[in-house]
């Protein structure tokens, strides 16, 4: 695996992460606890990715990964690559489809 990106060209060619783009994961998803049920394209061109249950305002929680380890171990996740800056993708469990929403930062 290449060096983690916290930026990449957007939007992403052929639709699919980047295999150099990271993320801000939280540990419970990239152990596996959980699965990923929330990804956000920020403002600022960051991505996040969480579980929906626990708290992402914790700094303790949360790990910088490649957004393509994530994906190989559900490749739905793939599905938001195309979402725009601003945008949370969300879902209720790994099989449900992804709702689109608009989103910013709890204190803007």
Avoid at 25 to 45: A, K, Y
Wanted: glycine share 6%; hydrophobic share 40%; aromatic share 8%.
């Amino acid at each position: 695996m290449s060096e983690i990106v916290r930026r990449v060209p957007f939007p992403f060619d052929g639709g699919k992460f980047p295999s150099e783009l990271g993320a801000v994961v939280q540990r419970t998803v990239l152990s596996g606890e959980f699965p990923v049920l929330v990804v956000i394209h920020d403002d600022d061109d960051d991505w996040l990715i969480g579980d929906a249950v626990t708290d992402a305002s914790d700094p303790e929680v949360l790990l910088i990964s490649h957004v393509r380890h994530l994906v190989e171990r559900d490749p739905s996740i793939e599905e938001t690559a195309d979402l725009p800056r601003g945008y949370a993708a969300r879902r209720v469990s790994p099989s449900a489809p992804w709702t689109i929403e608009r989103w910013s930062y709890e204190d803007e």
